[in-house]
């Protein structure tokens, strides 16, 4: 009997559908010399300190290195504490007797890190010992599981995904178990104090940004702004000079040769500067940028979106949704233009469909190289039939970027005209001469900004223009906006480098916090920790989140670039490198961070108390 494994009922049920597979029975589905079972999610864990003699929070314990990682079965929350979940002892019993009659083992847990490692952690911990074959697919339609099936590959091939996984998981229970009582410890055992390798460089990273804009001093400064005519075309310009001193740009706008003040033609034209300027279609998503995206256009949360994508993705709609890459290789891209062919009829895209089936597709997002374990995110061509609001507004983000990234370039035409009259002045205009990719969802220009113009009129060097209108403007420096969640994700790509080019920042996505399947729950898991809050769309630190990050701001677990590069080292051992140095640098890491709060963390007692006298006085 063959025996495929998949992460949950629903898709282990799929599957035996596929197969013709029919026969239910307790935790599995048999039929046609295959047996279907799951797991549901994560059935094992890392076990907890007490499992290896460190019993109670006390500061002699720490740093806790166990010589060794024991599993245990997942636990549930009862009167009675936390004790092993019944359900998944029961599951673990029926895998067990599956695995000891199989002739063969297939490995169908989701294909990525966390899915090779919620297989593993169940191979060993049954202590199987026969070999197994993995189903590794970026879909689930049933020509794509079908030919996964006729292309099984040796389950060996994926062991540095699993040391990847297996590290990872390690280095979280060393970093966030010590982190976490030290902190704690330190401030009394008061209340638990969550620390975590990628969850505490988060909220520092939320924090400073708060914290920066509460403390801004606004600055004020002043502009000259003027509007001149030609040919019944009037158009804006502004003084290339910005005035700390209301007093000198009050000099200065006197100077300024307005048709009021007697100057029929004051505007003399000094440069004219026309070029063309191509903007290069976007890439296709990976899951972080569509979670932006959602929660730009649609204010989704991360979580809410990958909830959504996941769905998608089951219900067969969707490529694998938890994807790093923005690139497909050649052999998805040969298929695409069929793909496109299928949207032909859609009501938002059809137009856009039909028009690249005329031209040759743009290959910005075709780049084998630069593909991870799973091609960027695009829809299957299955029809979506009575799909929810929030499936469709999904659905239709990952159909529009599929037809925006083949799609041709956006031409425009830039204009900059600089004017003098007293100062100097410039004005901007932006002409779309073929709107290409911009077509697809009719998008603005995202970078233009208040003082440009559409289209300028045709100007000569040392033409003269009445200037119609002269205003003098009061403005403020403005700080850097709150992050909320789509600034957030992009911010955590790059360790909170600001860079706006989109193959800069994927360059770097080896080296950010977190991974696009993780980051969701970072910022879930900050919420529930009661660290940050959501204010309309802005992720806003709590007080006590603030008392936290008061503490840890200047220690290496909060550094965003030092966790970058665990993250990093996690990608190499997954290409190979060594695993014993890495679990050695992460041992170091850990006694150091350690020591840093178990002598910080008493300043934060203090902290905690007011804050909770505070809200007794605000309820």
């Known amino acids: 009997m063959k025996i495929v494994i998949a992460e949950k009922p629903s898709v282990g049920r799929e599957l035996a559908k596929v197969f013709g597979a029919t026969t239910r029975k307790d935790g599995y589905i048999e039929g046609k010399g295959y047996s279907f079972t799951w797991a549901f999610g994560h059935l094992l864990q890392l076990a907890p300190p007490q499992d290896y003699g460190f019993i109670g929070w006390r500061k002699q314990h720490l740093p806790m290195l166990p010589q060794k990682f024991k599993l245990a079965v997942r636990k549930i929350k009862t009167k009675d504490g936390f004790v092993e979940d019944p359900a998944v002892r029961k599951q673990l019993d029926t895998i067990k007797k599956l695995f000891d009659e199989a002739t063969e083992i297939i490995v169908a847990t989701d294909a990525g890190?966390?899915?090779?490692?919620?297989?593993?952690?169940?191979?060993?911990?049954?202590?199987?010992?026969?070999?197994?074959?993995?189903?590794?697919?970026?879909?689930q339609t049933d020509e794509a599981i079908k030919d996964g099936f006729r292309n099984l590959?040796?389950?060996t091939d994926y062991d540095t995904l699993f040391n990847s996984a297996h590290c990872r998981s390690e280095s979280d229970w060393l970093v966030g178990m010590n982190a976490t009582q030290a902190l704690s410890i330190s401030a009394g055992n008061r209340t638990v104090l969550s620390l975590g390798r990628v969850q505490t460089p988060t909220l520092a990273m939320i924090c400073a940004r708060f914290l920066e804009i509460k403390n801004f001093v606004p600055q004020t400064y002043y502009q000259i702004s003027i509007l001149l005519s030609k040919d019944e075309q009037v158009f804006k310009a502004i003084s290339t000079a910005n005035y700390k001193e209301k007093e000198e740009a009050e000099k200065l706008f006197v100077l300024v040769e307005d048709v009021a003040s007697g100057f029929p033609a004051g505007g003399n034209i000094t440069a004219v500067e026309a070029k063309p300027r191509k903007e290069p279609p976007?890439?296709?998503?990976?899951?972080s940028s569509l979670q932006q995206e959602a929660n730009k256009k649609k204010g989704y949360t991360a979580d809410q979106t990958l909830s959504i994508l996941q769905n998608l993705y089951e219900s067969k709609l969707v490529s694998y949704p938890r994807t790093g890459s923005r690139y497909i290789g050649d052999d998805i891209f040969a298929g695409v233009p069929d793909l496109i062919a299928k949207f032909t009829g859609h009501p938002d895209f059809g137009k856009q469909a039909q028009f690249l089936q005329t031209v040759a597709l743009n290959k910005r997002s075709v780049n084998a190289k630069k593909v991870t374990d799973h091609h960027a995110i695009l829809p299957t061509g299955e029809q979506a039939y009575g799909?929810?609001?929030?499936?469709?507004?999904?659905?239709?983000?990952?159909?529009?970027?599929?037809?925006?990234?083949?799609?041709?370039?956006?031409?425009?035409?830039?204009?900059?005209?600089?004017?003098q009259s007293g100062v100097t002045f410039v004005a901007n205009g932006t002409v779309i001469r073929s709107a290409g990719w911009r077509a697809v969802f009719n998008d603005p220009e995202d970078d233009k900004k208040d003082e440009d113009n559409a289209a300028l009129p045709k100007i000569a060097v040392g033409e003269q223009l009445p200037i119609t209108e002269k205003s003098l403007l009061e403005k403020q420096t403005k700080p850097k906006p709150m992050y909320n969640e789509a600034s957030l994700l992009k911010a955590l790509e790059t360790c909170g480098k600001e860079i706006e080019d989109e193959e800069l920042r994927y360059a770097m996505k080896d080296s950010g916090l977190g991974t696009p399947a993780t980051r969701a729950s970072i910022i879930e898991t900050l919420i529930t920790r009661e660290y940050i809050t959501r204010e309309k769309r802005n992720l806003v630190p709590t007080n006590k989140g603030l008392a936290v990050y008061e503490v840890v701001k200047d220690k290496k677990i909060a550094q965003a670039e030092l966790t970058g590069q665990w993250e990093k080292r996690l990608e190499e051992i997954r290409s190979g490198s060594s695993v014993k140095d890495f679990k050695s640098e992460i041992t170091e890491y850990t006694k150091t961070i350690t020591h840093e709060l178990l002598i910080a963390g008493a300043s934060i007692s203090g902290k905690l108390e007011e804050e909770k006298k505070a809200e007794k006085v605000e309820q």
Not at 113 to 135: A, D, N, S, T, V
Not at 282 to 287: A, C, N, R, T
Not at 399 to 414: D, N, S, Y
């Open 282 to 287: 976007p890439l296709l998503h990976d899951l």
């Open 387 to 419: 799909l929810s609001a929030d499936k469709q507004a999904v659905y239709d983000m990952v159909v529009g970027r599929m037809i925006e990234a083949f799609h041709q370039e956006c031409l425009k035409e830039l204009t900059k005209i600089t004017i």
């Open 153 to 155: 590959k040796p389950g």
């Open 113 to 139: 890190r966390e899915g090779e490692l919620i297989f593993r952690y169940i191979y060993y911990y049954l202590k199987c010992k026969k070999p197994f074959k993995r189903l590794w697919i970026s879909s």
